[in-house]
């Protein structure tokens, strides 16, 4: 069974940093191209950032480059999501999600880890 | 970038067909893929490539796609039917790919 578990949310302030971090299990997970997506409270769902099967390509939305950094460690399982100077506007559940066996569309989904920006 | 465009809500009777619509510039050029949000929930796939139905959907949901409108449809609704809905399209014609999203459409059955 394809488990997603994200982990590392919580409260920070806004201009501060945090390390989310999604551990993978149920398939080879060096095999799959992986995402983070985010949906603000009461808001939609927006791609964040994009990753490679191997790390070696890197997305991310206009609105986190410069910011945010995607990676992964294919011996651990686990996906990684860096973000820095965080804004208001971070504040969401940010989701891992798998892509598909093609690059279009995501197919498991983990359960989300709360990012909250306050001071 | 481009824009997807799902109207905020759709309102269903039990039993009945619901028809969900995501418009987009010539979507039907595009493959289109449908999750369902349930409160408090992470998104389920439930239909790829405009109207394939992943492993453990019921048939009563389906897909269709052309010209500038695609459409989720939901035959005989049923109360756990109940949620947010959101259409994709995977967007190669930027300077780099982008998975776009809908803003979502709330499902009530009534």
């Known amino acids: 069974e394809v488990q997603l578990v994200e982990s590392g949310g919580g409260l920070v302030q806004p201009g501060g940093s945090l390390r989310l971090s999604c551990a993978a299990s149920?398939?080879?997970?060096?095999?799959?191209?992986m995402h983070w997506v985010r949906q603000a409270p009461g808001k939609g769902l927006e791609y964040v950032s994009a990753?490679?099967?191997?790390?070696?390509?890197?997305y991310y939305a206009n609105s986190v480059k410069g910011r945010f950094t995607i990676s992964r460690d294919n011996s651990k399982n686990t996906l990684y999501l860096q973000m820095g100077s965080l804004r208001a506007e971070d504040m969401a559940v940010y989701y891992c999600?798998?892509?598909?066996?093609?690059?279009?569309?995501?197919?498991?989904w983990g359960q989300g880890t709360l990012v909250t920006v306050s001071s | 970038s481009y824009v997807l465009t799902q109207p905020p809500s759709v309102s269903v009777a039990p039993g009945k067909t619901a028809r969900i619509t995501c418009g987009g510039n010539?979507?039907?050029?595009?493959?289109v893929h449908w999750y369902q949000q349930k409160p408090g929930q992470a998104p389920v796939l439930v239909i790829y490539?405009?109207?394939d139905r992943p492993s453990g959907i019921p048939e009563r949901f389906s897909g269709s796609n052309s010209g500038n409108t695609a459409t989720l449809t939901i035959s005989r609704v049923e109360a756990g039917d109940e949620a947010d809905y959101y259409c994709?399209?995977?967007?190669?014609?930027?300077?780099?790919?982008?998975?776009?999203f809908g803003g979502g459409t709330k499902l009530t059955v009534l």
């Open positions: 990753i490679s099967s191997n790390g070696g390509s890197t």
């Open positions: 149920g398939f080879t997970f060096s095999s799959y191209a």
């Open positions: 999600a798998r892509l598909g066996d093609s690059v279009e569309y995501f197919d498991y």
């Open positions: 994709q399209v995977w967007d190669s014609s930027s300077d780099h790919p982008n998975w776009v």
């Open positions: 010539n979507i039907g050029s595009k493959s």
């Open positions: 490539y405009d109207s």
